[in-house]
């Protein structure tokens, strides 16, 4: 009986640890900021209801600092993103923050579409 157990658990375990891996995947996320190990930037915004691909215009001013430290990189500005198949359009206002190549801070104020007028927001 307690054999059954240690393999039943040595089973379940990987399989929680892997679900959890998948449900916190960018492409889940509701909003997001990622930063790859090449220094792709990648704001994901995936609003609840909206299903396909969806074309985001917009600029990101970029501010770089340098000191003996080490460099700091930050982006700020708004993005649209507009969901075809809905119609919605959400603003995004962005700033984002990168020290060393590491993605420090970032924070999505997401407008429009189904959260209407009521920002919601994603930081880190």
Known sequence: MIE????????????????????????NAECKVTLDREGKLDII???PGESQEAKQDGTLKRNMQISPSGSTTTY???LDKTYPASGNTYNVKVFIKIADDRLLDYKLEVTGGVY????HICQK
Request: glycine content about 8%; aromatic content about 0%.
């Open 4 to 27: 059954t157990r240690k393999a039943l658990l040595l089973l379940l375990v990987p399989l929680l640890i892997l679900t959890g891996i998948v449900g916190c995947s960018s492409k």
């Open 45 to 47: 915004v995936n609003p």
């Open 76 to 78: 700020e500005g708004e």
């Open 116 to 119: 209407k007028d009521t920002p």
